[in-house]
């Protein structure tokens, strides 16, 4: 098993939000069991922080936006990250701190993670269909 804590550099991700696959480029310097990062998506630019948790492989990460064209009223606004590391990527949820109930599935692996890049939508938004 990967350790989380020497994934410091290019991370990949995605998320679902409003039914649409969102794709996220970020990077992340890990120190010690906590880190710091930065990045992108469709809605702007971001900065992260976050701690890792080695007894359960449990990661929770707060994101803010510092950007965004689409919506500038969120800026400044902390989303939280919930999730765990399976020694291949995080998995787990998303959601708005000031309203919890929106919220979705996410996923993010560091960039070199070639088996789970094959599985990066190339589209930066695909409608997710329901089951």
């Not at 998995?91 to 993010?108: A, D, K």
């Not at 960039?111 to 938004?125: A, T, V, W």
Request: hydrophobic residues 25%; negative net charge; proline residues 6%.
């Amino acid at each position: 098993m990967r350790e989380l804590t020497s994934c410091s550099g290019p991370w990949l991700g995605q998320s679902i939000q409003d039914g649409l696959r969102i794709t996220e480029n970020i990077t992340l310097t890990f120190h010690g069991s906590n880190f710091l990062g930065n990045g992108s998506d469709k809605d702007g630019l971001f900065n992260l922080d976050g701690e890792y948790d080695e007894g359960d492989d449990g990661v929770m990460m707060t994101r803010v936006y510092t950007y965004s064209p689409q919506s500038p009223g969120h800026v400044g606004y902390p989303y939280i990250y919930v999730g765990k590391w399976d020694g291949h990527q995080i998995h787990g949820r998303w959601m708005m701190s000031t309203h919890p109930g929106y919220s979705g599935p996410l996923e993010m692996w560091p960039e070199d993670e070639e088996s789970l890049q094959e599985r990066m939508i190339n589209l930066e938004e695909e409608p997710i269909l329901s089951r």
